[in-house]
């Protein structure tokens, strides 16, 4: 009588051997040949999406182009070279084409996406161009006309908001989501890649494997199937409950091997329960003092806080202190005073102890930093309006040591999210800085420039020298530079107090020794507004 056929039996190990070989190898064609006519989709439509970013970017080079030379010819009151310029309008024209095919182009791999956006965005832009060069076939006739009050009016119109800012803003547009198409293009066929390269390999070996495995199993499962009985029973005789017989070749003796396995459950399901528990305890060890050593780092690192802080303030109190108590003694002894003897003592007195309250609110500023508990009310600001309230505040100090400040501030704001009081403190400690280490008769030049999502302000003076050593120390407590200290009295607060203050608004700032004079430079993240197109 014939063996009934079965999927454990060795008959149906040879067919089911057999038909995962013929799947592999099937699916692992199918995966290469999708894989590669995915790669060459992702290969052709970043190529698509470069071509409209380069086409994009060329748009808004010729058109700043024609801007600037609309301006050039405003300010000099000269046509110049006409065919140039002209040349210009027919490249400017013929970017907007380009730019028109590979939108085209780019929309036929976005089948089913609606791209109206950006064919009404390039629209817009078109629509702007034309009237940049409108604009400036009528300046340049206005100059040749003579006319340059109407030459001016038109260039400002050109330069306005409604034209200029808003070409930057839709070209800006138009290449940020290109870019961020091609970034996305270019991550989606890097990991595709990267699937392939790690995929290939290991499905190939797993093949072999798989041959080799079958191969054996087949050729010695009888064998092998006896073989794993008669350990399992010599195991057991021996006492080693441990040992498991599982998956035997054949299922003929599958039965017997469970029956040997169900007699040493119980025992060994109680020896993994005790190993168990006992890793479940160490994990839970190591984890409290992993606890532990964090929270005594943490301790340690506020005691030190705590010790270098009390030791400044001890250290800088001294001084104050010492002489409030000297005024005292000596208005309290020998003969009566007059009134203006006290006045002047209680003066002096009063004067110290400002200037002790403000060193310990200064200490206690930078310590809330360093502790990053500092306290801060963010809002949107305009740095452009803070720093020329800041240079307001110290007219009557420049006119006082005849100096004079050169603020080269933009027309349009530049916004960040900050603490309007905090970051005015930053600024009247940078311009009391140039100004009271400043000579009669210097100049102290101030400017706000943005660019990398960054607001960049640099302040420069011509007065006190740092060498490169003095400038990296110039952000620690108490620090002064020889030439520093000769110039003008301090606390050497004011620097380590503006650094605390920027970082907190996750900013940087730097001093840089020159030749002739320091540059402090502060840079602070520019905060992005996001304008809706209706």
């Known amino acids: 009588m014939a063996k009934p056929f079965t999927a454990s039996s060795f008959r149906a190990k040879l067919i089911l051997t057999a038909g995962v070989f013929v799947l592999t190898i099937t699916a692992l064609g199918v995966l290469l040949y999708v894989s590669a006519e995915r790669y060459q989709y992702h290969l052709e439509r970043s190529v698509a999406a470069n071509n409209v970013l380069s086409s994009f970017q060329s748009v808004s080079d010729h058109t700043y182009r024609k801007l600037n030379a609309v301006g050039q010819i405003v300010a000099t009151q000269y046509i110049g070279n006409v065919d140039a310029r002209l040349a210009n309008e027919r490249q400017l024209w013929a970017a907007l084409e380009q730019t028109q095919f590979s939108l085209e182009r780019e929309a036929t791999y976005d089948v089913g996406l609606d791209n109206s956006g950006k064919f009404n965005r390039l629209a817009e832009i078109e629509s702007i161009v034309e009237q940049i060069i409108e604009g400036g ?7 040749q006309a003579g006319e340059q009050e109407i030459a001016q009016v038109e260039l400002t119109r050109l330069q306005s908001a409604g034209i200029a800012g808003k070409f930057n803003r839709l070209i800006d547009e138009a290449i940020r989501e290109e870019r961020e198409i091609v970034s996305a293009i270019q991550a989606d066929a890097i990991a595709l890649g990267e699937f392939i390269s790690r995929f290939l390999p290991a499905a190939i070996l797993i093949t072999l494997v798989l041959g080799s495995i079958a191969a054996v199993t087949i050729s010695r499962s009888l064998n092998l199937s006896l073989t794993q009985l008669r350990t399992a029973a010599e195991a057991y005789t021996s006492g080693n409950l441990d040992h498991r017989s599982f998956n035997l070749p054949d299922a003929e003796f599958n039965q017997l091997a469970d029956a040997f396995n169900r007699m040493a459950i119980e025992l060994t399901a109680r020896r993994a329960e005790a190993i168990h528990s006992q890793e479940q305890l160490e994990n839970q060890v190591q984890e409290r003092t992993q606890e532990l050593s964090h929270t005594l780092g943490q301790l340690r690192m506020a005691d ?44 002096r007195v009063r004067d110290q102890a400002i200037q002790t309250t403000r060193l310990v609110k ?14 801060m009310e963010r809002r949107s600001l305009d740095l452009t309006a803070l720093l020329q309230d800041a240079c307001a505040d110290f007219r009557s100090a420049l006119l006082k040591k005849n100096l004079v400040l ?51 302000i640099k302040i420069r003076d011509r007065g006190a020298k740092l060498n490169q050593d003095e400038s990296n120390k110039a952000f620690e407590r108490f620090f002064r530079g020889d030439e520093a200290a000769q110039k003008s009295d301090g606390s050497g607060l004011g620097l380590p107090v503006a650094k605390a203050i920027v970082e907190a608004h996750h900013g940087k700032i730097e001093l840089n020794p020159e030749s002739d004079g320091v540059t402090l430079i502060v840079h602070l993240p520019i905060q992005q507004v996001v304008e809706e197109v209706a």
């Open 406 to 456: 050169h603020p080269e501030l933009p027309g349009e704001p530049i916004r960040t999210m900050g603490d309007p009081d905090r970051l005015r403190q930053v600024f009247a400690i940078a311009l009391d800085n140039a100004i009271r280490y400043s000579d009669t008769d210097e100049e102290i030049s101030m400017s706000l420039t943005d660019g990398d999502g960054h607001a960049k």
């Open 304 to 347: 030190a806080t705590r010790r270098r802080f009390l030791a400044d303030i001890s250290h800088e109190l001294r001084t104050p202190l010492t002489l409030i108590q000297g005024e005292a003694e000596m208005v309290m002894r020998g003969a009566d005073r007059s009134a203006e003897d006290y006045r002047e003592a209680l003066t």
């Open 362 to 375: 200064d200490l206690l500023l930078i310590a809330r930093a360093e502790e990053g508990n500092l306290h």
């Open 137 to 143: 076939a009528d300046i340049r006739q206005a100059v």
